[in-house]
């Protein structure tokens, strides 16, 4: 597959501006700042398609990108508790529009932070996807914010916590500044095109 040729096609802020999808996707979910953007760009090999700021929440829309013959959705951010009541309604509305419409999702991706325990609205996310029979991969992120004892540590907590979940799904650990599980994911990626 030509990362190269990624492109931006098209940026989803309500339900009712979804559109009819006629290609196999892959998604990204995970808490507000988790770094889906940064991963969005390192798998590309852009700097830029993916806007990335240090201010959660900066993800509100469904953003989607075009591979070749597979489409990539960077989802919005949960769990921002500095946005209203009407904001997080309106991002609620979107996620579970996007999943349950009729949809060939083929992984998603469930990003981490490494350095801390999974929260409630992750496990719940996890949830959600086995409830709907999505493919999903673990991807903990900052994963070179760690020292080697560090990163052993919470590795073995994250499998932990996920319980049943680490069982069945693969758990990557990824970093945007250095690049560990790039290829992982990318061959995962490729392997939805199949």
């Not at 492109?7 to 006629?22: P, R, Y």
């Not at 988790?34 to 900066?58: D, E, H, M, T, Y």
């Not at 609620?92 to 419409?101: C, G, N, T, W």
């Not at 996920?162 to 990824?174: K, R, S, V």
Request: some cysteine.
């Amino acid at each position: 597959m030509n990362y190269n040729n990624a492109v931006f096609e098209k940026a989803f802020g309500t339900a009712a501006q979804l559109t009819v999808s006629d290609l196999p996707e892959v998604c990204f979910a995970g808490r507000s700042n988790v770094g889906k953007s940064s991963l969005i760009n390192r798998i590309l090999g852009k700097k830029a398609l993916a806007r990335v700021s240090s201010r959660p929440g900066k993800t509100v829309t469904v953003n989607m990108y075009r591979v070749e013959n597979i489409r990539i959705a960077d989802l919005p951010g949960y769990g921002y508790a500095k946005v209203s009541f009407a904001e997080r309604e309106r991002w609620s509305d979107l996620m579970e529009s996007y999943f349950k419409s009729d949809r060939d999702i083929r992984m998603a991706f469930q990003l981490i932070d490494m350095r801390h325990p999974a929260t409630d609205f992750d496990m719940d996310m996890l949830s959600f996807l086995h409830q709907m029979n999505i493919p999903m991969t673990v991807v903990l992120t900052k994963s070179d914010k760690l020292n080697k004892s560090e990163y052993a540590k919470c590795l073995e907590n994250i499998k932990v916590q996920l319980g049943e979940f680490a069982d069945e799904t693969q758990i990557i650990p990824f970093s945007a500044q250095n690049g560990e599980g790039t290829e992982k994911i990318r061959e995962l990626i490729e392997s939805c095109t199949a």
